[in-house]
């Protein structure tokens, strides 16, 4: 499946394809060059969703178990806030070693990058696996303890265990 290169209702900015990932699962894949620095993906109102406990809980009170799993699982913490990516994001996989998304590359100022969507840290070439280090993102403490009480692990989690990946 491939984004159209313009901006779409889940915040991609850039072609690219879903596959099976050699991390883990499937993963998102560039379908063309993006230079360093080019934006990837936009954090907005139509590409995640802010969550309070209350609200996630009333989500997943909806859910089979299973499919609570992998709402809890797609879910990232930034800044204290509990975002659930809504889309394509989800299929983002984690990498410290080969990380190449992030944010902007020369920091958030001078309108460079707004510190919260996701750049390319260096150029990235067709083929790739965009990767991120999970280890960024924050630590909510109801949120890791809600993933526990479900069987989940947080993207929190994720980045902490396979820090050398």
Known sequence: ???PSKLTPTGFVVPY???????AGVGIFATERAARGALLWR????SQMTHTEA?????????A???AVDVLEHIYCWE??????IGDAKYWNHSRARQNTGNHPDGAGDGRGDGV??????DIEPGEEL?????????VPWFEALCRLHGAQSCTSVGTEFVNS
């Open 117 to 122: 969507s996701s750049y390319a840290l260096r």
């Open 55 to 63: 609200s996630l809980g009333a989500r997943l009170a909806e859910l």
């Open 17 to 23: 394809a879903l596959r099976e990932s050699p991390v």
């Open 1 to 3: 499946m491939a984004a």
């Open 80 to 85: 204290g806030e509990v975002l659930e990516l």
């Open 65 to 67: 178990a299973a499919a």
């Open 43 to 46: 954090a907005d109102a139509t």
């Open 131 to 139: 990767l991120d280090d999970y280890a960024a993102y924050s630590n």
